[in-house]
């Protein structure tokens, strides 16, 4: 079975300071989708950033950007100079397709604060 | 657009009882999905559509019903509800099956005493 662990539960740092978020899956799928989601105080789920499996490089969306190492089965999230909005739950994510249809396994969440 | 609504934000329920979280998106997508998620652990598949008329489980379905009876609406009924169905339900949606990017509500958050 596909999962999804995200080692550190809490995070916190310094606003403008850079920190990253790890997370590993273990599946045995060449072709799929990883994602990370951030979950504000307002419990939306917003799409921070996407990789596909398929692709060697790097994702980056403008101060977000990830580690992408496949064979390790690892996927970090990078976020540069960090402000006050990005306090919020991270949330990894891995995307297969069974008969046709998406699902989506979540790991178990790192509460980030960012800190004044 | 106003994107992927449910309804209610929130709902206390007693066990025993039924009720019906909605979902509905006006984005003409395909797919639909429900996720729940409690305390300490990410959001768990539920039951999903590919398209009206079309459902199938997910990782948690037991308790559970949907039906997919128009592509905009995603209803999910809890028949008995117990209490270790509290949690916080999320709706998503995406264009179809093979998009890789959901679309989620705003949530419900369910109590059940």
């Known amino acids: 079975a596909q999962t999804v662990t995200q080692s550190q539960p809490e995070m916190s740092v310094q606003e403008a300071e850079t920190v990253t978020l790890s997370c590993t899956y273990d599946t045995s799928e060449n072709n799929y989708y990883l994602f990370w989601y951030k979950q504000p105080p307002s419990r939306q789920m917003i799409l921070v950033i996407r990789q596909e499996a398929y692709k060697q490089q790097n994702a980056t969306e403008n101060r977000f950007s990830v580690n992408f190492q496949k064979a390790a089965k690892s996927f970090s999230l990078k976020i540069s100079d960090s402000q006050l909005g990005d306090t919020a739950m991270y949330f990894c994510?891995?995307?297969?397709?069974?008969?046709?249809?998406?699902?989506?396994?979540f790991g178990q969440g790192t509460r980030l604060t960012i800190n004044p | 657009n106003a994107g992927v609504t449910q309804t209610p934000k929130f709902q206390v329920l007693k066990t025993g009882q039924s009720m019906t979280l909605q979902c509905a998106q006006d984005m003409n997508h395909e797919y639909m999905s429900w996720y729940r998620q409690d305390p300490g652990m990410g959001l768990r598949l539920i039951h999903y559509?590919?398209?009206?008329?079309?459902?199938d489980q997910g990782e948690v379905p037991n308790g559970y019903n949907v039906s997919r009876s128009t592509t905009e609406d995603f209803p999910l009924r809890l028949l008995s509800a117990a209490p270790s169905q509290t949690s916080v339900y999320f709706c998503a949606s995406s264009f179809n099956r093979e998009a890789y990017e959901q679309y989620f509500g705003p949530g419900t958050r369910l109590t059940v005493t």
């Open positions: 559509s590919v398209g009206a008329g079309i459902t």
């Open positions: 994510a891995f995307m297969r397709y069974i008969q046709g249809a998406q699902k989506l396994v």
